[in-house]
């Protein structure tokens, strides 16, 4: 499964990264590697939440 990000330099230095399909799933690294490595542990991590909380999986039915 692939999700689009945006990756964008934070003001203080480093990354922030967002991931728009997945509502408040967001993360930073110092380093853009850093920053890409920390989005898809934050995504996996979202939708195991996601799973516990709700029963629900990615993507949603209709």
Known sequence: MKFNIILTPAEEGGFNVTVPALDGCFTQGETEK???????????????GLEKVSGASWPPSS
Do not use: M, T, V
């Open 34 to 48: 850093e920053a890409l490595k920390n989005a898809k542990e934050a995504i996996l991590c979202y939708l195991e």
